[in-house]
T-cell receptor
């Protein structure tokens, strides 16, 4: 399975934008890039996903490099509730049967 | 629509005891998964199922068993609990295996083996 690399931790101030990077240099052409986050003492929750084009939803934006070897999750205005572990995961679908491989993720701390 | 539910929320087991972690989803999803998460680590896949009656091993299956007799339920069985199985267990489901599909996770079961 293609792997991802993320910084161990990042910090932000409340109401400022946050850019969370992810490297996936061995990504294959059909892998989708997914982001999940895990709030303290909860199960992971879906944030956003994309294939080639940048994506926006109500939670965040996803910027994907042209060569698809890296991506960035953008939280436009961080709130205290956004403090969580963020996971960047590649989903190959097909014969991987939807299995997800989690790395250690990025711990995001948001300061008031 | 409750999504993915897990019981119990927390359990303490003695070494050698057995227990079943329950997982139910009400979204009619074909694919279900069991993950474990050790402190400070990401989730690791234990077992998964692609439909009723079909299960397969994930990355860390030793010490666990699963069954899938219905679409809704995917219980995880620990036969002889060991301290190494102290962890938080998450169940998840997804409707199809397409790479754009998202997984829905339950709230987790915290297990302590002493």
């Amino acid at each position: 399975d293609a792997k991802t690399t993320q910084p161990n931790s990042m910090e932000s101030n409340e109401e400022e934008p946050v850019h969370l990077p992810c490297n996936h240099s061995t990504i294959s052409g059909t892998d989708y890039i997914h982001w999940y986050r895990q709030l303290p003492s909860q199960g992971p929750e879906y944030v956003i996903h994309g294939l080639t084009s940048n994506v926006n939803n109500r939670m965040a934006s996803l910027a994907i490099a042209e060569d698809r070897k890296s991506s960035t999750l953008i939280l436009h205005r961080a709130t205290l509730r956004d403090a969580a572990v963020y996971y960047c995961i590649l989903n190959a679908g097909g014969t991987s049967y939807g299995k997800l491989t989690f790395g250690q993720g990025t711990i995001l701390t948001v300061h008031p | 629509n409750a999504g993915v539910t897990q019981t119990p929320k927390f359990r303490i087991l003695k070494i050698g005891q057995s227990m079943t972690l329950q997982c139910t989803q009400d979204m009619n999803h074909n694919y279900m998964y069991w993950y474990r998460q050790d402190p400070g680590m990401g989730l690791k896949l234990i077992y998964y199922s692609v439909g009723a009656g079909i299960t397969d091993k994930g990355e860390v299956p030793n010490g666990y068993n699963v069954s899938r007799s219905t679409t809704e339920d995917f219980p995880l069985r620990l036969e002889l609990a060991a301290p190494s199985q102290t962890s938080v267990y998450f169940c998840a489901s997804t409707p199809r295996r397409d790479p754009w599909e998202t997984q829905y996770f339950g709230p987790g079961t915290r297990l302590l083996v002493l």
